[in-house]
């Protein structure tokens, strides 16, 4: 199992990034894909995930600027991150999982990680 994530950088507040999350080594349409970041200072925060349907969770500090989206042909995840903040900042992390779980707001338990991609928000 391998998650590849790339599309992190500096951007100023107001500003758009776009994640994406390549994934290789087991069937991507059986898995909830989910992000989730770790700010500086402080805590980890489960950001947004995508389920197996498509249907898609945020977290309340993001929704409304935050999209999530799957392609289960491309084995990818998308992150499209708008109207930018400078508390976004962190390192983004993606993460899949298909086991029913209560230990995160997505509801499953995130089995396999990626090496995170630095997000910073500043002018």
């Known amino acids: 199992v391998q998650l590849v994530e790339t599309g992190g950088g500096l951007v100023q507040p107001g500003g758009s990034l776009r994640l994406s999350c390549a994934a290789s080594g087991f069937t991507f349409g059986d898995y909830v894909a989910g992000w989730a970041r770790q700010e500086p200072g402080k805590g980890f925060e489960w950001v947004c995930g995508v389920y197996m349907n498509s249907s898609a969770y945020c977290a309340d500090s993001v929704e409304g600027r935050f999209t999530i989206s799957r392609d289960n042909a491309k084995n990818t995840v998308y992150f499209e991150m708008d109207n930018l903040k400078p508390e976004d900042t962190g390192v983004y992390y993606c993460?899949?999982?298909?086991?029913?779980?209560?230990?995160?707001?997505?509801?499953?338990?995130?089995?396999?990680w990626g090496q995170g991609t630095q997000v910073t928000v500043s002018s």
């Open positions: 993460a899949i999982g298909r086991r029913p779980s209560w230990s995160n707001p997505f509801g499953y338990a995130m089995d396999y």
